[in-house]
């Protein structure tokens, strides 16, 4: 079946750690997103890509990171410099036209301690 | 710029009841996409419905419809005899022409559905 994979679903870290989320898709799609969802709030931009090897800071990009070397994978690291890292992060894909929807993978929930 | 605005942050409603979730967006695109996802508590955002600007029709999908207004700028959502599968947050968003491929999402709404 297409979709979004996400893995793992929960994943817990030490503070000062650096720690790759990893979001793969399999539905031929050119634009790949991230998203922080903090508790009660909506979807705030990480970081998008458009194509291979290119990829656009969001609204909230401080203290992540990203790669696409492969239009199938968008990898997220949240560095230590992150301050809050805490939260739920969701990986999305689409078609590169505008009248396209996003697809979204089911999300990993981070815990820094 | 590009705003969506879902003033509504949490809604109840007993099963079997009808409920409008808001969505009112900005946006000086003249083309642009509007989108409505759901949220259930498993936390994958599953899409609902895609409305060009263009395209003013109201649209009716079993116990749901949608109401755009371009007037208004209002692009709302209605579930008629609500049931507690429906329980989840809503989240309305926004693809201009010209912003690419960036999307806006309002900061959604959560639907509580009474048995």
């Known amino acids: 079946d297409g979709g979004i994979t996400q893995s793992p679903k929960y994943l817990f870290r030490k503070e000062g750690q650096n720690v790759t989320l990893s979001c793969e898709q399999n539905?031929?799609?050119?634009?790949m997103y991230w998203y922080r969802q903090d508790p009660g709030q909506g979807l705030r931009l990480i970081y998008y890509s458009q194509i291979v090897n290119d990829f656009q800071k969001g609204d909230i990009a401080e203290g992540y990171s990203v790669s696409r070397e492969k239009k199938e994978s968008f990898p997220l690291t949240v560095t230590s410099a992150q301050k809050n890292p805490t939260a739920f992060y969701l990986c999305?894909?689409?078609?590169?036209?505008?009248?396209?929807?996003?697809?979204f993978g089911p999300g990993t929930r981070l815990t820094v301690t | 710029a590009q705003k969506v605005t879902q003033a509504q942050t949490e809604i109840s409603v007993v099963e079997k009841e009808d409920v409008t979730l808001d969505c009112v967006y900005e946006?000086?695109?003249?083309?642009?996409?509007l989108f409505w996802y759901k949220q259930p508590p498993s936390g994958e955002l599953v899409f609902l419905i895609r409305r060009n600007s263009f395209d003013e029709q109201n649209e009716i999908s079993g116990r749901y419809s949608w109401n755009f207004q371009k007037s208004t700028s209002s692009f709302n959502f209605t579930i008629t005899a609500s049931q507690v599968v429906d329980s989840a947050v809503y989240f309305c968003a926004l693809r201009g022409r010209r912003t690419g491929n960036q999307f806006y999402f309002g900061t959604g709404t959560s639907l509580t559905v009474i048995p």
């Open positions: 946006t000086r695109d003249t083309t642009y996409y």
């Open positions: 999305a894909s689409s078609v590169g036209q505008p009248d396209n929807e996003q697809y």
């Open positions: 539905l031929n799609h050119d634009a």
